[in-house]
């Protein structure tokens, strides 16, 4: 099952990024060569970019691409550095829960507003879907995190 959730991970990505380049490429050509284009260009690269900023977290973790800030850690001994960590991924457990109830109850304001995207015939709350997607799924790989970090010799 995390196989499965590691490859769809990975290949979301690729297409956001994919998406968001061809959109980009398109809408520079299109109005710099034939003053054209489509009015809804910037919004969507806008969405998608959001969509690979939150679920790139989730990947950053998952492969230790995080930056770290480790001088004073590295100076306790094997045991207090294990503490520390433990400690500090249980402080952003904490923080993705808090922001997955706040982005739940975002998400539930808009749809219930209906407000829509200003240039997609969407709703608004569509591409705002991310915000608890996103967190659940960057809470699954901090979980997952502290679950080798307790059971690290």
């Known amino acids: 099952m995390t196989q499965l959730l590691n490859k769809l991970e990975e290949s979301l990505i690729a297409l956001l990024l994919a998406a968001m380049t061809l959109i980009t490429f398109y809408q520079v050509v299109a109005r710099y060569f034939f003053n ?14 959001a969509w690979l ?6 990947y950053g973790v998952r492969v ?8 004073i850690t590295r100076l306790l001994p094997k045991n207090g550095q294990q503490v520390l960590a433990i400690l500090a991924t249980l402080l952003c457990l904490a923080y993705c829960v808090l922001l997955f109830i706040g982005g739940i109850q975002y998400v539930s304001m ?3 507003l209906g407000i829509q995207a200003e240039d997609l015939p969407i709703g608004q709350w569509i591409p ?6 996103g967190l659940a799924l960057l809470f699954f790989r901090f979980a997952q995190l502290l679950f080798k970090l307790i059971t690290k010799p």
């Open 36 to 49: 054209g284009g489509f009015v809804w260009a910037l919004e969507l690269t806008t969405y998608l970019f």
């Open 64 to 71: 230790g691409a995080h930056i770290g800030i480790d001088a």
């Open 53 to 58: 900023v939150l679920l790139g977290m989730s």
């Open 128 to 133: 705002y879907s991310i915000l608890p997607i």
């Open 110 to 112: 808009i749809y219930g």
